[in-house]
Each structure stands twice: as structure tokens, then as C-alpha cells.
């Protein structure tokens, strides 16, 4: 196999600026990272380019795979154990999961988004910040079978891990999937478990897990009390407005998701009034762009939520769903989906379908779940997010 960086290291630049790249140095992942605009070989760095000089890629210097093989002109890797004869390279994928993320900063500041590497399992200092929030999601209370069968304990190392940041968040949000089969009894033990966490507020959006039964009464009796319709709702903390869609109701073929007509024009009243300066953070529980439409991956109905927010100069849309880390930036609109804190999905398209891997050694599982981290800075329309897996260094 040919290698364009160390054999167990992921070398990259990741920036956007006025519609094109910007490459500079690149920085190095010791166990993984989130999906990358990875630049093609022998590009001098301090330019800018279009962006046919770049590609989305999902994967390693070890298996590194893109959802379009045609633009990959330099990159040739190859799969090479490929044991169970379905197109994985498990031994790659588990020595550097650029799907899931291990510690990664990525900061917006006027336009630019930029990536440092953290050098442990907390936090960095980012500097004075008007407050931070966290981020959890696809915690499956109730889910029982490989490759974790107590999703309760690791949410709990989530939160444990929120706890020893130096300052608490303000908040966190869970973008949904509470629970695995919206029981009464897994909702009980979510709540128990977030009853520890150190911060004065916790906000929810529904995901398909959640609503099962009932079409969801069940869990707006609990986390939905004052939401609008299906249970979105808003609200702002900090000169930052906050926004929490449902689009797990009235899923379309093939598990796409929907916001419906009702909240969009919800949406667009709520963000009418407001200067196209405001920050603005989005939290749903499936993706609001389209990673991969043949496992429902995406939205149907998202481009018009999308066309009301790109007048705003810093959004940040927050997702869960697909239990990895992979990131977008269109304009002024920067996308990240989460990590689970109970089981990872395969990377999009390597699978017949998606679902948990189960094949995942115990050694490894807590290198492929985490959390995120928000810091929001006054001043300079800057939103930080900072993956952490649950593995100790």
C-alpha cells in the first residue's frame, strides 16, 4: 500500500475562504479524524484554489475511500484485508478512523475554518470565550447486543468526561436517539444518567429512536414542553440563536428525513426579524445535507431551511444520526454530525446498509465514541467544535 503520510498518521489542511481553499500547513492525527478536504499532491500551500483542486475524502492514509472515485487522480491506495469480503479494510478502519474523530479543533472565524489537533482526551484552552456548550448524541438507552452492551456506562463516561473540562458548559444538546426503542423505562435511565452532569441545562431534539411508539407524545411529555408542533423550538443564550428541528416524523422512503411544511414556516418566521449578524446554531437529529440518500442519510426537504439561513454571516449546523464525524462547509454554513456514544455505523456506502459494527474490539470500542464541545467567542463570529472519543490517552 502507498502511503502520503505516516503509516498510522493522517496529514491535512482544511480551509475555506470566499469560496475557495486555502491551504496551509498541514496538521497531524495520531488516531483518526473528521471526513477532510484532503489536497491533491504537490499543491504549493499559501494559495488559494478552486475547488477542483480538492476532494471530500472519508478514510486513512490507510484506506482512504471518496464518494467519488473519478476525482481522486494521485491517491492510490487499495484495500487489503479485506477478510469478510465486503469492501472493508477493518484493520485500516480500526487504526485510524477518520470517521469518527479523535480530537480534532475546528474553528470558524470570519469565514475561515480551521483545524488543530488536541494532544489528549480534554479540552484545549481556545482562549476567553463568551461560553461554551456541549454536544451528545445517539446515546441508545436499551440497545443490548455487540458491539456494546452497556450504552449506559459510556454515556456515563460521556458525561464524566464533560464534567473534568475546566469551566462546565453553559448547556448541552442532545441531537437525538435517546433511546433505542422508546421505552418509559430507557427514558427513566437517560435522565438519571444526565442528572450528573455539571451544567444548568440540557436541550433535546427527537430521533427516530425516540419516537417509535407513539409518534413522539412520549418523549414531548418529557423534553418537548413548549416546543411548536412536532417539538422545534428556539431560543438564545449569549447573542447566539439556537434552533432545534424534529425531522424524524413522517420519514420519506428510504429513511430520509422531513421537516414538513409547518416547520418551515415556523423557521422562516422565527429567523424573519433577525440581523443576518446573529450567530446562528441548528441542531437536528438527521443530517440537514446529504451524506449518503441510500441509507437516509440527508433531508428531503432541507434545502429551503438551508436557502432561510444562508443570508445569516456564521451558521453552525449540528446533526447526529450517521454516529460519525463528518463535516461540510458551504459558504458561511459549517455542518457536523456527532459521534454516538453507544455504537459506530460504517463509513457511507461500505456497507450493504447501515447499522452497528459489530465486529468492533472492546479494546477499540471507546476510540470510536465521544462527544463535542462548543465555545462560542464574542466578537469574532467563532464556534469551536473539539471531538473527543472516550478512550484515555
Not at 486555502?22 to 478536504?37: C, D, E, F, K, Y
Not at 476532494?55 to 487499495?78: C, L
Not at 454516529?323 to 457511507?348: L, N
Request: neutral net charge; proline residues 6%.
Amino acid at each position: 500500500m502507498r502511503h502520503h503520510a505516516l503509516l498510522e498518521t493522517c496529514e491535512f489542511v482544511l480551509f475555506f475562504h470566499g469560496g475557495s481553499l486555502r491551504l496551509s500547513r498541514p496538521v497531524t492525527i495520531q488516531t483518526g479524524a473528521a471526513t477532510i478536504l484532503f489536497p491533491r499532491k504537490n499543491l504549493p500551500r499559501s494559495r488559494e484554489y478552486s475547488r477542483n483542486y480538492a476532494v471530500y475524502v472519508f478514510g486513512t492514509s490507510e484506506n482512504r475511500i471518496s464518494p467519488n472515485e473519478k476525482e481522486i487522480t494521485t491517491m492510490n491506495d487499495q484495500i487489503i484485508h479485506d477478510h469478510h469480503h465486503d469492501g472493508i479494510d477493518r484493520r485500516g478502519f480500526l487504526k485510524c478512523m477518520a470517521w469518527v474523530g479523535t480530537g480534532v479543533l475546528y474553528a470558524m472565524n470570519g469565514g475561515i475554518l480551521r483545524s488543530e489537533v488536541l494532544s489528549g482526551p480534554g479540552a484545549p484552552q481556545l482562549g476567553k470565550g463568551s461560553f461554551s456548550f456541549a454536544q451528545i448524541s445517539d446515546s441508545h438507552i436499551g440497545f443490548t447486543k455487540d458491539p456494546n452492551k452497556d450504552v449506559t456506562s459510556t454515556l456515563r463516561e460521556a458525561v464524566e468526561r464533560l464534567n473534568a473540562l475546566p469551566e462546565p458548559p453553559d448547556f448541552i444538546l442532545h441531537t437525538g436517539d435517546l433511546t433505542h426503542l422508546s421505552k418509559p423505562s430507557e427514558f427513566d435511565t437517560l435522565d438519571q444518567v444526565l442528572k450528573s452532569a455539571r451544567t444548568s441545562q440540557i436541550f433535546f431534539v427527537p430521533g427516530e429512536h425516540d419516537v417509535l411508539t407513539d409518534n413522539g407524545q412520549a418523549y414531548r411529555e418529557r423534553y418537548g414542553k413548549g416546543a411548536k408542533g412536532g417539538g422545534w423550538y428556539s431560543f438564545d443564550h449569549k447573542g447566539v440563536h439556537f434552533i432545534g428541528l424534529v425531522n424524524v416524523l413522517n420519514l420519506k422512503a428510504g429513511g430520509l428525513g422531513l421537516l414538513g411544511r409547518e416547520q418551515l414556516d415556523w423557521l422562516r418566521d422565527d429567523l424573519s426579524g433577525r440581523s443576518s449578524s446573529t450567530p446562528i446554531v441548528v441542531f437536528a437529529h438527521i443530517p440537514l445535507w446529504t451524506v449518503y440518500p441510500d441509507w437516509g442519510w440527508g433531508t428531503d426537504d432541507s434545502e429551503q431551511a438551508l436557502g432561510y439561513l444562508k443570508r445569516f454571516g456564521s451558521v453552525t449546523i449540528l446533526n447526529g444520526h450517521i454516529h460519525q464525524v463528518v463535516q461540510k462547509v458551504e459558504g458561511t454554513m459549517a455542518f457536523h454530525t456527532a459521534m454516538s456514544t453507544a455504537f459506530p455505523q460504517p463509513k457511507p456506502g461500505s456497507a450493504p446498509s447501515p447499522g452497528p459494527i459489530k465486529d468492533v474490539p472492546a479494546s477499540k470500542l471507546r476510540s470510536l465514541l465521544g462527544l463535542a464541545s462548543v465555545k462560542y467567542v464574542e466578537g469574532n463570529s467563532a464556534l469551536a467544535v473539539i471531538d473527543s472519543t472516550l478512550a484515555t490517552s
